[in-house]
Structures are given as C-alpha cells and as structure tokens.
C-alpha cells in the first residue's frame, strides 16, 4: 500500500486516486515562469538593455539611457545581495508562525512532511540525495514521530522533472526516515504531488480533515500553511530549517559585513521573493 497515493473513502477503505492540478506541458511553464521572478533573471535583462544600450551611435538620450541602465542595475544587485536586506526579507517569512510549542499535547492525525527538492544520482554521485531542505524536513518529522505526536507520518512530494523521468523526494525521505528510527508501516508517502498546492490537494484526499502537524521550512510555511487549510485541513504548523536568526521587530546589532554583499544573501533573497511572489498568485487563482 506503502508507495502510491490514496484516500479514505466512508467505509474505510484505501482508494487510489489520480486528479492532478497541471498537465505535463502547463508544469513545464509553470517550471519556466518562475524564472521570471528570480533576482538573476532581472540583472541578466538589465545588462542585456545595458549592452544594447551601448551599441551604436551614443546620443545624449542614449547616454542618459545607459547611466540610468548602470544605475539600476547596481542598485538591484546590491539591494538583493546585501545579507541586511536579504535577513529582513526571509525573517518576515520565517517569523509569520511561532516555533512549534513542544509541551502541546493532543490526537493528531498524522504528521505531514512536506519535500523539499532531491539530488539525481550521476557518474558522481552514486545514489539520490535530499537536498538540505528535504533532509531537515525528514529529521523534524522523526523527531515529531519519536516524541508521540501522531502514529502516522506522510511524506509529501513526487517527481518534479520536467523532461524526463526522476526521483520521487517522498520515496528518498521515506528511506532517510526508516534510518532515523521509523517504522515502514508507520509512513505513508504520497508521490504524485509536484507543486505545494497539489501537496495540499493529494494530501486531503489522504486524511481529510483530520488534525494535523505540518512540517516545512519556516520560510514555506506561510504559503503552504494557507494552502492546506484553503483545503480544509486542521493543521498545526512545524517549521523547521529557519535562515534568519531574529525577529525583524527586535533591535538589529549592525555588523560591517552585513553591508557587503555577497551570494548566500542573493540565495536567500531570491527564495523569499519566490515565497511571496507565490503567495500573491495563489491568491490570485483563488487558491489561497
């Protein structure tokens, strides 16, 4: 039973269902358009204007133009690569759900994991392995799973390629999570999913509106959050793998090398813009 996905139906009983929110084609757009939204995307297009902008005849017009271009796109690189910035951005993410409260007792229905991303074995690499984001949510899940709080774990992610077949994230943190302790019959690994709208969809199909952890990255939570209970599931929120260190309400003790930019602080950037980004177009579509 372990390994597809299924649904409670009245009498009890498992059903395997199939509904998936995007064809094949539309994820691959979808997959595409997210670009559009990355920090990258914009200064490469900056610096193409910049370029043309340069070639020719340089007017006063033109000069004014490529001064402007300059400007621009040194204001860009520096805002979004600057760690100040970037820690303001993803702690206003990361802040929206407090840390799970340990000493809160109640049946819970399961402990839903949701998958991060997943490492495609190669002439390298001789196996699949979970990206940072996968493992974390596995070993909080394990650890949730050890202390009491639900019998049942899910793990939630399938494959996520887009022109060939690949690893399913759910089934790699089902063989983390037997390492770390829990049963085979204790998970129960939903891997049809690809985006964390159809998590919530499939998901549902799985407990209904039973009560539930959720277990994300603290930055993913206020998305994911909204979408499952837009669902109507009862969820409590785990987050796990936070970036930012403190609230951005309390009093920031300047640092000089928090002025200086730098490509982890672009990274973190770039994933809190995607995170909020998210949230206006699910809402959008009327999904949130």
């Known amino acids: 039973m372990l390994g597809t996905p299924w649904r409670v139906g009245r009498s009890g009983a498992l059903h395997e269902t199939t509904t998936m929110e995007l064809s094949p084609f539309w994820f691959g757009v979808y997959k595409l358009a997210k670009y559009v939204i990355y920090p990258y995307t914009w200064f490469l297009l900056l610096s193409a204007l910049l370029l043309a902008a340069t070639l020719g005849r340089v007017s006063t017009r033109r000069l004014a133009a490529v001064r402007l271009l300059a400007a621009a796109l040194f204001l ?21 759900y407090p840390p799970f409260d340990r000493s809160l007792r109640r049946d819970f229905g399961a402990i839903i994991v949701l998958a991060g991303a997943v490492l495609e074995k190669g002439s390298l690499r001789p196996h699949h392995e979970l990206a940072a984001s996968s493992a974390e949510r596995t070993v909080c899940g394990a650890d949730l799973y050890a202390r009491g709080y639900a019998s049942t774990v899910i793990f939630s992610g399938g494959d996520a390629s887009i ?46 509106a039973r009560p539930a952890l959720l277990v994300t990255s ?19 929120a785990v987050p796990c793998g936070y970036t930012a260190k403190d609230r951005t309400d309390e009093p920031w003790t300047l640092n000089p ?23 206006v177009i699910y809402r959008a579509m009327g999904k949130l």
Do not use: W
Request: charged share 20%; aromatic share 4%.
């Open 76 to 96: 860009m690189l520096y805002v979004c690569a600057t760690p100040m910035v970037a820690h303001v951005l993803i702690a206003s993410l990361e802040q929206q």
């Open 218 to 236: 603290a930055s993913h939570l206020p998305r994911a959050a909204a979408l499952f209970q837009k669902q109507g599931i009862e969820i409590t």
């Open 163 to 208: 022109f060939s077949a690949g690893p399913q994230v759910a089934v790699e943190m089902k063989r983390l999570a037997v390492r770390l302790g829990i049963p085979e019959d204790a998970i129960v690994i939903e891997n049809r999913s690809r985006t964390t709208y159809e998590n919530a969809v499939e998901t549902k199909r799985l407990i209904g």
């Open 257 to 279: 090398f928090d002025l200086l930019p730098n490509v982890t602080a672009l990274g973190i950037s770039t994933n809190a813009i995607q995170e909020r980004v998210g949230i």
